[in-house]
């Protein structure tokens, strides 16, 4: 599956997509709205460009019932996890973590890691998640893709 977390306004995520317990590639499962927000996935890989459409305003693509979610945080500090159905549900901004080696990594973050040094040492743990991990700075832009 995958391990995205999020901290003091710093996203990260691993990059491994997976299918029947294989690594299949590498992939980039942040991405910048159009509106400045970061979103980052969880689950099945093929629901991401039309959740990304629907989330920059397009049309809300049926995703019922597939292994889906995620995290995603506005520059202004709000932030939502994203449900299965695509329902975002408002959370105080803390420590976030969503995916296989969630667990990991709010342990990791819970210790005082951040964010990307959370991701990796559940990439180190869960054999759903490796690394390279991939940040975005949610307020100013800034990443490592």
């Known amino acids: ?29 942040l991405f910048r709205l159009d509106d400045g927000r970061v979103v980052g996935f969880t689950g099945d890989f093929a629901f991401v460009g039309p959740a990304v459409a629907w989330l920059n305003g397009g049309p809300k693509p049926e995703i019922k019932d597939r292994p889906f979610g995620g995290i995603v945080a506005h520059p202004d500090g709000r932030v939502w996890l994203l449900d299965t159905n695509l ?53 100013n832009g800034e990443y490592s893709l």
């Open 1 to 29: 599956m995958t391990t995205i977390a999020y901290r003091d306004g710093v996203m990260a995520a691993d990059s491994a997509l997976n299918s029947n317990g294989n690594l299949d590639a590498l992939v980039t499962k």
């Open 87 to 139: 329902i975002l549900m408002p959370v105080e901004p803390g420590l976030l973590s969503e995916g296989s080696g969630h667990e990991f990594a709010i342990g990791a973050m819970e210790a005082g890691s951040g964010a990307v040094l959370a991701v990796k040492i559940a990439c180190r743990r869960d054999n759903s998640s490796c690394e390279p991990v991939n940040w975005m700075q949610v307020d």
